[in-house]
Nanobody, 124 residues
Framework: QVQLVESGGGLVQAGGSLRLSCAAS????????MGWFRQAPGKEREFVGA????????RYPDSVKGRFTISRDNAKNTVYLQMNSLKPEDTAVYYC?????????????????WGQGTQVTVSS
């Protein structure tokens, strides 16, 4: 079983950048495909990015493609989400998740473990 802790959220102006981190413990992160999701008040959970165990395969929705980059450092048991050109509509709680799978999934129900989330607020 793996425990996930997100960090790096905060308040940023539109056009700015943030880098979120997700530290894994209790199990080796390289055993899991990892994903980032977000949820804004009154909205459904939304896929933001995912990365395979090796880090060679990544997936993004069109809404963040070209602006967000997911990466991982398996030696540090950490996954990152670099967010650039942030928009007010990116405001949400961002969650890190781990899946016992080889391929990175866009579907939140395929993830087995979740962090507590970190708030990202983008002001206009």
């Amino acid at each position: 079983q793996v425990q996930l802790v997100e960090s790096g959220g905060g308040l940023v102006q539109a056009g700015g950048s943030l880098r979120l981190s997700c530290a894994a413990s209790g199990s080796t992160a390289s055993n899991y495909a990892m994903g980032w999701f977000r949820q804004a008040p009154g909205k459904e959970r939304e896929f933001v990015g995912a990365i395979s165990r090796s880090g060679y395969i990544t997936r993004y929705p069109d809404s963040v493609k070209g602006r967000f980059t997911i990466s991982r450092d398996n030696a540090k048991n950490t996954v990152y989400l670099q967010m650039n050109s942030l928009k007010p509509e990116d405001t949400a709680v961002y969650y890190c998740a781990a899946a016992m799978a080889l391929a990175p999934s866009r579907t939140w129900s395929e993830y087995n473990y979740w962090g507590q989330g970190t708030q990202v607020t983008v002001s206009s």
